[in-house]
């Protein structure tokens, strides 16, 4: 199961599609907190978040899970806009594997999803 948050509806469609398509069952959030109590009660495989979102941003998302026990080792990967890094001290003390930059290809995103969490499905 993957969980993923994003407050642009598109965004949450697009990505969802094409992980069922290859075999995850999905979770959709589309604010900062709905994401955290999701994955906090779910333990999800792999967390796709948004970094700019209302509530809590996906960094604050990443601190609150690194500093849980139970959900420290969830491996994230998190999605910006274009123009917005994050540097690798912001990155440091979060459970964060992959930054994809928006726009992305679906196909890449599946391809970055399959390095952190087994694919079921051919990509």
């Known amino acids: 199961m993957i969980v993923v948050a994003d407050d642009e509806a598109h965004i949450l469609h697009v990505v969802e599609i094409k992980l069922r398509n290859a075999g995850f069952e999905v979770i959709t959030a589309m604010d900062g907190q709905e994401a955290l109590e999701l994955v906090k009660s779910l333990r999800p495989q792999l967390l796709i978040s948004d970094l700019q979102m209302p509530v809590l941003s996906g960094l604050e998302v990443a601190a609150h899970l690194h500093s849980d ?55």
């Open 69 to 123: 026990q139970q959900t420290r080792e969830i491996p994230i990967l998190l999605l910006t806009a274009k123009g917005f890094e994050v540097d690798d001290q912001a990155l440091s003390g979060t459970s964060i594997r992959k930054v994809m930059t928006k726009p992305f290809s679906p196909r890449d995103l599946l391809s970055q999803v399959a390095e952190i969490v087994p694919m079921t499905v051919g990509v």
